[in-house]
């Protein structure tokens, strides 16, 4: 099946600069690049392609994402496109001012390299910079942490965009990678139902902001299907294009960025800006449940929450996690999902910092003995407490931290590159103020604002995570990639959503490849969360379990608390059969996303 809907391929012109395709994928033909005019994506949340797909949370940033991989872009250019775009279509949660993380895997010589992109604290930040600081304006999320300039790490998106085409791009220029969303922002882009609502919850907030209250007709807020024209920002994404990320970070980009800063009550300098850099990190990897798992490390905490959660669970006897292809998760398997993910939490909160200024004892939290000791204390037929499944470790590492903004996307291209990047300006609209038409990001609430204080997602604080030059706040986001026992990749997965991202993240993968669920029923599926603390299992009314699954979790004594929806994931599944392959797209119909590709 293919719902995508291609609107004029033009000549079938081969990129000058399109390289040979390394055909790791014998099933698979690259056809020659096109110059395409107009790519739409799918018209459900989920399709399935046989040459490329893109799935983003944002329709048109799926297929501007297309539409570079069509003129003979890869997985990279198409990724950096696609969150370009994402950053005019869905300025509430990613963009220019914001940061985030790629996990790239070559298929040329099948490596995975994961680049953190992340925002960093100002040269000025110091572990009480938060202390007893009053609220910079009303409404909500408003601590000085959440709004305002002190809210605001320095941009990593521009240094990222620009690492990633330089470093695995097909040689695409810049200047047509933007092309994409310098379109969009000047003839404008409808506003999606979400961030229409976002809109909606931060409307105050954001009319203070000369920029954003340009964008409302009358009084605001955005409202659905109104056409979004940001010609600031396309001017900015043009230097983007034209001087690369330099245009950003230093000039006249950067001196409006700490202009807008320090009006906001920051403490950015150009010096800030100026020695931001891109960090490559070693991926967190673990064979579970017959799959090699690559995923985010520190500062992420999602990736260990992720592999830790899926260690308990493979150390259960089977009959306590039942698992039968076909079948949707039994309350059996829920209740084991949730009790293993309870420890993991806790480490967060104790342990997790910016592994470049603490000491991150990561293999003493992933020790087999410390997994035996989480998988002892659980009970098929109770819910523990968290406490059950908190074992400090023997040293400390360090004495002494519903609405997101944040975006997941996936592409997979016809070489067989596999791009996950997650990517964020942390609440809606970021700090909810702007510069050089960028909305600049509150990455700065994922610190600790102070130890035992929970931030905006009630994450509490750890030593470890407080404030202090350059640092990088603990993250939860997860971009993953799963390859087979062969060594293919057979998913890219990751989510929007806080402190929920990775749960999230790990569901609509297990959905897949341990229940074999195709991607787009794998992403219907409902959720469940929880986070250790506060102890309660939250499920979604958006998407409501059976009645028979949430009553066998009632009855084992889970606080079950309801919300809209939990966390917003894409997901590409890449399926080898006879017909060769075929990947399942699917953007999270919680967020109105669609994918796209051919
Ligand atoms: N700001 C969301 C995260 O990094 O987890």
């Not at 809907?5 to 004029?8: D, G, I």
């Not at 609502?197 to 605001?220: I, N």
């Not at 059996?332 to 949730?338: I, Q, S, T, Y």
């Given at each position: 099946m293919r719902s995508l809907?291609?609107?004029?391929l033009l000549a079938?012109?081969?990129?000058?600069?399109?390289?040979?395709?390394?055909?790791?994928?014998?099933?698979?033909?690259?056809?020659?690049?096109?110059?395409?005019?107009?790519?739409?994506?799918?018209?459900?949340?989920?399709?399935?392609?046989?040459?490329?797909?893109?799935?983003?949370d944002h329709p048109a940033a799926s297929a501007a994402g297309a539409e570079i991989l069509a003129a003979g872009g890869n997985a990279a250019d198409a990724a950096a496109a696609t969150m370009l775009a994402l950053g005019v279509a869905s300025p509430a949660s990613s963009g220019l001012g914001g940061g985030g993380f790629l996990l790239y895997y070559r298929a040329s010589d099948r490596t995975f390299t994961f680049l953190d992109f992340r925002e960093a604290a100002p040269a000025a930040a110091t572990p009480e910079m938060f202390v007893d600081?009053?609220?910079?304006?009303?409404?909500?999320?408003?601590?000085?942490?959440?709004?305002?300039?002190?809210?605001?790490?320095?941009?990593?998106?521009?240094?990222?965009?620009?690492?990633?085409?330089?470093?695995?791009g097909s040689g695409l220029p810049l200047t047509r990678i933007v092309a994409p969303a310098v379109r969009l922002a000047e003839d404008g882009v409808p506003v999606s139902s979400g961030v229409a609502?976002?809109?909606?919850?931060?409307?105050?907030?954001?009319?203070?902001?000369?920029?954003?209250?340009?964008?409302?007709?009358?009084?605001?807020?955005l409202r659905e299907g109104q056409i979004l024209r940001q010609p600031e920002l396309a001017r900015t994404l043009r230097e983007l294009g034209a001087r690369g990320a330099q245009a950003i970070y230093t000039g006249r980009i950067a001196r409006e960025i700490v202009r807008a800063n320090r009006a906001a009550g920051g403490i950015f300098t150009m010096e800030d800006l100026a020695s931001y850099r891109v960090i490559e990190r070693e991926p967190l990897r673990a064979e579970r449940f017959g799959h090699l798992w690559v995923t985010a490390p520190p500062p992420s905490a999602g990736g260990f929450t992720l592999l830790q959660s899926l260690a308990v669970l493979e150390a259960l006897p089977?009959?306590?996690?039942?698992?039968?292809?076909?079948?949707?998760?039994?309350?059996?398997?829920?209740?084991?999902?949730?009790?293993?993910?309870?420890g993991p939490y806790l480490d967060r909160e104790r342990y997790f910092g910016d592994p470049d200024h603490v000491r991150l004892p990561l293999d003493a939290m992933l020790a087999p003995d410390r997994i035996l000791a989480r998988a002892s204390a659980f009970h098929p037929g109770l819910a523990n407490p968290p406490e059950d499944y908190d074992f400090p470790l023997q040293a400390p590492a360090n004495s002494g931290p519903e609405e997101n903004g944040t975006s997941h996307l996936c592409v997979v291209d016809a070489e067989g590159n596999?791009?996950?990047?997650?990517?964020?300006?942390?609440?809606?609209?970021?700090?909810?103020?702007?510069?050089?038409?960028?909305?600049?990001?509150?990455?700065?609430?994922?610190?600790?604002?102070?130890?035992?204080?929970?931030?905006?997602?009630?994450?509490?604080?750890?030593?470890?995570?407080?404030?202090?030059?350059?640092?990088?706040?603990?993250?939860?986001?997860?971009?993953?990639?799963?390859?087979?026992?062969?060594?293919?990749?057979?998913?890219?997965?990751?989510?929007?959503?806080?402190?929920?991202?990775?749960?999230?993240?790990?569901?609509?993968?297990?959905?897949?490849?341990?229940?074999?669920?195709?991607?787009?029923?794998?992403?219907?599926?409902p959720r469940v969360h929880h986070q250790a603390r506060p102890n309660v299992l939250r499920v979604e009314t958006e998407a409501p379990l059976p009645e028979a699954v949430?009553?066998?979790l009632t009855r084992r004594g889970h606080a079950i608390e309801e919300t809209d929806h939990l966390a917003t994931a894409q997901v590409i599944a890449i399926v080898r059969g006879e017909g060769g392959v075929r990947l399942q797209a699917a953007s999270d119909p919680r967020k109105g996303g669609r994918p796209a590709g051919i």
């Open positions: 809907v291609v609107l004029a079938q012109s081969v990129h000058a600069q399109t390289p040979e395709p390394v055909q790791t994928e014998p099933a698979r033909t690259v056809r020659a690049a096109r110059e395409v005019q107009g790519i739409a994506a799918a018209e459900s949340f989920s399709a399935t392609f046989s040459e490329f797909a893109v799935a983003a600081r009053p609220a910079p304006m009303p409404g909500r999320a408003n601590a000085a942490s959440q709004v305002g300039g002190l809210a605001s790490g320095v941009p990593g998106e521009p240094a990222g965009i620009e690492a990633m085409v330089r470093r695995f609502r976002m809109s909606g919850a931060f409307g105050d907030q954001m009319r203070r902001d000369r920029t954003m209250r340009g964008w409302f007709e009358g009084e605001g807020p089977t009959r306590w996690r039942p698992v039968t292809r076909g079948q949707s998760p039994s309350a059996d398997f829920l209740h084991a999902l949730v009790e293993s993910w309870k596999v791009a996950a990047v997650t990517t964020t300006v942390n609440l809606p609209f970021g700090a909810r103020y702007s510069a050089a038409g960028i909305v600049m990001n509150d990455e700065m609430d994922d610190f600790a604002r102070e130890v035992g204080v929970s931030n905006a997602f009630g994450l509490l604080g750890g030593a470890p995570n407080l404030p202090g030059p350059g640092k990088r706040p603990i993250s939860t986001m997860t971009p993953t990639i799963v390859l087979d026992a062969e060594g293919r990749p057979v998913l890219a997965v990751g989510a929007a959503g806080g402190s929920r991202i990775v749960t999230a993240t790990q569901q609509v993968a297990m959905n897949v490849l341990l229940f074999g669920m195709s991607g787009g029923d794998a992403m219907a599926a949430r009553a066998g």
